[in-house]
T-cell receptor
Framework: QKEVEQDPGPLSVPEGAIVSLNCTYS??????FMWYRQYSRKGPELLMY????GNKEDGRFTAQVDKSSKYISLFIRDSQPSDSATYLC?????????????FGKGTKLTVNP | DAGVTQSPTHLIKTRGQQVTLRCSPK?????VSWYQQALGQGPQFIFQ???????QRGNFPDRFSGHQFPNYSSELNVNALLLGDSALYLC?????????????FGQGTRLTVV
């Protein structure tokens, strides 16, 4: 079993839809959870970062972490064609920049005008 | 403030050859990590360099090696290239002692082995 599981999609939605992206994980030691957005042939860029369980909101994006279920989500409200990209969940055990990231496979999202 | 820069952006090599990829970290960062991203997959951790030493290593063979220079820039070397080494190679920089600092990625080097 992989440490981090993510449905690769693809996911196609109309503009303005609410998008829900999810990951599950098996290692209960993970405490820090991130969502990266990756446009085609580009490097990942950090979207959201959360510690432990709870919700975090940033504009149209909301990240949720449920450590009891080992389940994390990213919600995108009022989706836009510019949101079309691959979304990668990532997690690590400890704080600080010295810890490696463990990624999911990524979910490819297309928002249609 | 320049972010993480990688060179070259694209590279085509023949099976059996050797390749060197380069990375300059974001200003103020002292740690460089390398990831391999195969098509349709998430990035996989190769190794991390801090204070010019390899500090962590993922499940990659010894054909993959690296170096970090005093200015924190880094190189990734791959020997005896295999077709399966074709991937996007990502460099990420971070600050080792930072409490909540996160990794910032470069745009990657796309390596094609033929």
């Amino acid at each position: 079993q992989k440490e981090v599981e993510q449905d690769p999609g693809p996911l196609s939605v109309p503009e303005g839809a609410i998008v829900s992206l999810n990951c599950t994980y098996s290692n209960s030691a993970f405490q820090y959870f991130m969502w990266y957005r990756q446009y085609s042939r580009k490097g990942p860029e950090l979207l959201m970062y959360t510690y432990s369980s709870g919700n975090k909101e940033d504009g149209r994006f909301t990240a949720q972490v449920d450590k009891s279920s080992k389940y994390i989500s990213l919600f995108i409200r009022d989706s836009q064609p510019s949101d079309s990209a691959t979304y990668l969940c990532a997690m690590r055990k400890n704080q600080g920049g010295s810890e490696k990231l463990v990624f999911g496979k990524g979910t490819k999202l297309t928002v249609n005008p | 403030d320049a972010g993480v820069t990688q060179s070259p952006t694209h590279l085509i090599k023949t099976r059996g050859q050797q390749v060197t990829l380069r990375c300059s970290p974001k200003s103020g960062h002292d740690t460089v990590s390398w990831y391999q991203q195969a098509l349709g997959q998430g990035p996989q951790f190769i190794f991390q360099y801090y204070e010019e030493e390899e500090r962590q290593r993922g499940n990659f063979p010894d054909r993959f090696s690296g170096h970090q220079f005093p200015n924190y820039s880094s190189e990734l070397n791959v020997n005896a290239l295999l077709l399966g080494d074709s991937a996007l190679y990502l460099c990420a920089s971070s600050l080792a002692g930072g409490r909540d600092t996160e990794a910032f990625f470069g745009q990657g080097t796309r390596l094609t082995v033929v």
